[in-house]
């Protein structure tokens, strides 16, 4: 099953990155510019996984829901990530970002997991295919044999931008609470993953797609930190403060650096044998 993917995969990013990978080779090397832009999807979906995750506490309460267990509200996130992602057919870019973010859940072994509440790595790029192919599946009908047939991937992608476009969307026109973005001054060896993820975009994209699109009620923060030795280095939401006031909590998403610089370093190794 694995290798089926990391073929198909292979064979799909050089369908829909090709535009981007010829126009970057103007620059630096092009494995530099292949390797950034893979981690760029990568991060990005993580990133907005996260803001899933703060928009279903902050807005909707979902993560409270007595009905959910800790995998259906990291499923949800999940999906709610792949809503706001959601590129155009004609936007070369954003589709070579989400397809590399799907490509990237390959490069995770399953194996070295222990009770991990997120879905396997390989059914996480699976799902994110299946939404791209059911935002429009005639745009996407490329897609529509790396999708599990078993599922209603138009159902399941009209009921989620529904869903968001219905419950946690604002239409008031008022801004909400402003996200304020902290990058941490970096550890020794992590500059490298500070200076990639400021030139990115990808925290300023996330907080200009978040304050345009739903109104915040509380002190909310998007910060990048050198993660070693203090939790995991990862990416995570968390409530930094649950005050006695529920108005005065605090909402935190987290990138690590360290998790940046690995990705870097181990860039698309396995993708670019498959695409030779």
């Known amino acids: ?3 089926f993917w990391i073929s198909a995969l292979a064979s799909v990013l050089m369908v829909f990155a090709a535009p981007a990978a010829s126009h970057a080779q103007g620059g630096s090397a092009p494995a530099s510019a292949e390797t950034e832009n893979f ?11 996260e803001a899933g995750h703060l928009l279903m506490t902050q807005i909707a309460d979902l ?6 267990s800790q995998s259906d509200r990291e499923d949800y996130a999940d999906k709610f990530a792949m809503i706001l992602l959601r590129p155009d057919a004609n936007d070369p870019d954003g589709l070579e970002e989400i397809v590399n973010a799907a490509a990237g859940w390959l490069q995770v072994d399953d194996s070295i997991i222990r009770n991990e509440p997120h879905a396997p790595a390989s059914q996480r790029a699976s799902d994110i295919l299946c939404l791209l192919y059911g935002s429009d599946p005639e745009a996407f009908a490329d897609l529509r044999d790396l999708t599990d047939p078993s599922m209603d991937c138009v159902g399941i992608y009209q ?3 529904r869903e968001i476009r219905e419950v946690f969307q604002d ?3 008022e801004m909400g609470q402003e996200i304020n973005i902290v990058y941490a001054r970096p550890t020794l060896g992590m500059k490298a993953a500070h200076d990639f993820l400021r030139a990115s975009g990808v925290v300023e994209d996330l907080k200009d797609d978040i304050e345009f699109d739903f109104y915040l009620t509380n ?3 998007i910060q990048a930190i050198s993660c070693d030795g203090r939790v995991k280095s990862d990416s995570f939401y968390f409530d930094r403060v649950r005050a006695a006031s ?3 909590d605090h909402f935190v998403i987290t990138l690590c650096y360290e998790m940046i610089d690995a990705r870097l370093k181990y860039g698309m190794k396995g993708f670019e044998d498959q695409a030779q």
């Open 246 to 248: 529920p108005e005065d």
């Open 171 to 173: 239409y008031s026109g």
């Open 159 to 161: 009921a989620m931008e």
């Open 39 to 49: 981690v760029r999807g990568f991060v990005r979906f993580l990133a907005y996984h």
């Open 1 to 3: 099953m694995r290798s």
């Open 219 to 221: 002190k909310t923060t």
């Open 63 to 68: 993560n409270n829901n007595p009905d959910w």
